[in-house]
């Protein structure tokens, strides 16, 4: 009976022990990155502070006017800037919600749907 409350009493320590070790050698956790959000939409106004399109919103299943604010580490694809963004554009934008609810537009892809209507008019 000894030997083996013993062994269990060995047992124990060792799985305690390994535990405490994995915890010591384990990274802290990285801070949480802000979760991304997409959207899809017409611009139907921008300025160099922000960007307002409409877009469906599926839980209502009608169409709605949201703003996206532009900072300094908003990226651009498809254009060199916001200058070249204009009404009528069809956007998509990779966002982070900001506490109070300000949407921050991190990434912006303007859809050049003009450009394949010129190449499919050519191709005519």
Do not use: W
Not at 13 to 21: D, I, K, N, R, W
Not at 54 to 81: C, K, L, P, W
Not at 85 to 96: K, R, S, Y
């Amino acid at each position: 009976m000894r030997i083996l409350l013993a062994c269990i009493t060995v047992t124990f320590c060792f799985c305690v022990g390994y535990l405490h070790a994995q915890t010591e050698n384990t990274p802290a956790p990285a801070v949480e990155e802000a979760q991304s959000f997409y959207a899809y939409g017409e611009v139907l106004s921008v300025s160099p502070e922000q960007i307002l399109i409409r877009e469906f919103d599926y839980a209502t299943g009608e169409d709605q006017e949201v703003a996206y604010y532009i900072n300094e580490q908003t990226s651009f694809d498809s254009v060199e800037s916001v200058q070249q963004i204009t009404p009528g554009n069809l956007v998509d934008i990779e966002f982070i919600v900001l506490e109070g609810g300000k949407n921050v537009a991190k990434d912006i892809f303007v859809d050049r749907v003009e450009e394949f209507e010129e190449l499919e008019s050519m191709e005519d």
